[in-house]
DNA sequence: CAAACTGTACTACTTGACTAATACGGCTCC
DNA sequence: GGAGCCGTATTAGTCAAGTAGTACAGTTTG
């Protein structure tokens, strides 16, 4: 099975480090780009590449074992595992239900829908790279 | 004019102190029970009330200023101060913190801003009384 | 088996946010 | 005009997050 390839990464130093490996591999499941059972670089292999301490790619790769997107076992590679359910449910859990979240809150502030789509535009904008 | 009333405020600790004093006020002018033009407490009174340093109501005042909701000057009192077209930015500001979360998962997750404002006015109409 | 990898645990350093302590100068009102 | 308020500036302490340095133990592979 292929490695995880992180040539289109890049520190962008807007947050931590080990947050932006952590959205990299859940964005890549979830757009396809990654599969089930790839093998993730060793912590030192891909800390040698991005310049940064094992220790901060190790955080990452814990927080994706947490989430059940990785296994890890001591002295043995790291590999991306993760169920079809699963990945409805991140996608889920990381689109729809934040923006519930976000309208819910809106609608209590008593924000239009106009006034709504004017702050997602200029968030948009803000966020893009 | 009447002095802003803290009665109904309490500490949490789940965010910066100075946040929660900011959010308060910020709610208060949203819910109209804060009136434009009342007087504030001072900044001795209320970090005494409140068991907090000066300089932590300090930061909170000086951030409605900012925000334009009210007006210092050195050595007289300070003043809630609003325009109704501010009242709108504060909605939007409230909810801006779920908006931006909910905008950076799109993100991520490779969503474009058509699909984004389609999923908005969606859940804006599911939501709808 | 042994060398070279692997994951993991522990400690330490750096930095920024948050809060506190203190001092200074301006307004107000008797 | 002076006592007692007021806002403001400056400095320092506290704490957690983020990252780094190092060491230890398990696995793989020749």
């Not at 396809?32 to 220790?55: C, F, K, Q, Y």
């Amino acid at each position: 099975m292929s490695v995880v390839s992180f040539d289109r990464f890049s520190i962008t130093g807007e947050s931590p480090i080990y947050l932006q490996i952590l959205r990299y591999v859940q964005r890549g499941i979830v757009a396809g780009t990654i599969a089930d059972g790839e093998e993730l670089p060793s912590r030192r292999v891909l800390s040698a590449l991005l310049g940064v301490n094992p220790n901060t790619v190790q955080k990452a790769y814990r927080l994706l074992e947490e989430e059940g997107l990785a296994v890890s076992h001591p002295g043995a590679k790291s590999y991306v595992s993760f169920t079809t359910e699963q990945l409805s449910a991140i996608r889920i859990q990381l689109t729809e239900d934040s923006a519930r979240r976000a309208v819910e809150s809106m609608r209590e502030m008593g924000v239009s829908l106009e006034e709504a789509e004017a702050l997602l535009r200029r968030l948009w904008k803000e966020e893009a790279p």
